[in-house]
């Protein structure tokens, strides 16, 4: 109970977020290039990706439920990758799940440029969740 199914189903869910993203195959399906991971799998070769990963330390005194995610919207080019960060903001930001018990804040970060030409343009979001103990 963190969150993490209830970003993957509104990012998901999400026309404006999938509509810039790459897929990729297993088998006969078809996912979009989203990962709750602290990497991209080696074999993926696409540039429009998102993965994301906790953050920071869950305070464990709090009346509530916190957990803090990093998101990398990477992008081929510097503009894809904050578009892909505002789309992923603009779904996510002072929002809540369709259960009602999650709440979601964004916060934007410095992009980061590629390190070499296999790599991609990262534009960082910070996003934390709120739920219901």
Do not use: H
């Not at 977020?17 to 399906?29: A, E, R, W």
């Not at 002072?94 to 018990?101: A, L, P, Q």
Request: hydrophobic letters at 35%.
């Amino acid at each position: 109970m963190n969150g993490v199914e209830q970003i993957n189903t509104i990012l998901k869910a999400d026309a404006n977020v999938t509509g810039k993203l790459d897929t990729f195959t297993i088998g006969v399906s078809t996912y979009f290039a989203i990962w709750n991971d602290l990497l991209i799998p080696q074999d993926f070769e696409g540039f429009k990706t998102i993965n994301f990963y906790d953050g920071q330390a869950i305070d464990y005194t709090l009346s509530y439920g916190q957990y803090d995610y990093i998101f990398n919207c990477r992008g081929e080019t510097y503009p894809n990758a904050v578009d892909l960060r505002e789309a992923v903001k603009d779904a996510l930001n002072r929002e809540t799940d369709s259960t009602g018990d999650y709440f979601f804040t964004c916060e934007g970060a410095p992009v980061l440029r590629p390190a070499d030409e296999t790599d991609s343009y990262n534009a960082i979001l910070n996003v934390r969740t709120k739920s219901r103990a």
